[in-house]
């Protein structure tokens, strides 16, 4: 299965594809995670890029394709879960295209609903594992007090320089004028379902599962 995890900044798609992960043996393709990476390793696209994500605005498409082009051709294993990719609608024709060539298809887009003052909240209380990348938060889920994170017992936390309130206002806008159309778009193809993305991790777990297995 292909699926795509949609929904705007803090609505737990991150959080949501490392389960599918563990439960399905799912690929997780996510591209803030990629552009995160090439910065941290001071390749000449991460030193373009560090700028304009730290604003909260989209990097272009042509990296952000050619980011997964590259995955797509590398990676194999129980389906991908594309996870803050597309963001644009084209983008969103680039994936599909990748896919054809590919021989594949897209299984379900999963819109995760979440109003806009829990983002905020949300976002402003996170920080992740500096070596696995487990997702904490300040009021849902600590950081353990023996300060070692409950998945792999790293000691560093790592705020984003992106989590803060300014850049955050940027990148709601980017996502309504930029990623929301998508919604109409997968919509139109069938291929769009949505759940709430409010509740407990768990329960978000379900309801995305419920939805897979509708459509397989
Ligand atoms: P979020 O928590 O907002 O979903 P991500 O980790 O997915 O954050 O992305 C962080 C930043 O990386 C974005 O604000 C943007 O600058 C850049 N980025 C990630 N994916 C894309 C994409 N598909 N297109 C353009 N920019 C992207
Ligand atoms: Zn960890």
Redesign the pocket.
Known sequence: MNIILLGPPGAGKGTQARRLVEDRGMVQLSTGDMLRAARSSGTEMGRRVAAIMDAGELVTDEIVIGLIEEQLQTSRGGGFIFDGFPRTLGQADALGDLLAANGAMLDAVIEMQVDDAALVARIVARST?G??G?VYNDQTKPIPADGR?T??G?ATFNRRADDNADALTTRLMEYYKKTSPLLGYYYAKGDLVSVDGLGEIETVAGAIAEALAARS
């Open positions: 594992c070596d696995c487990e994170c998945n792999c790293g």
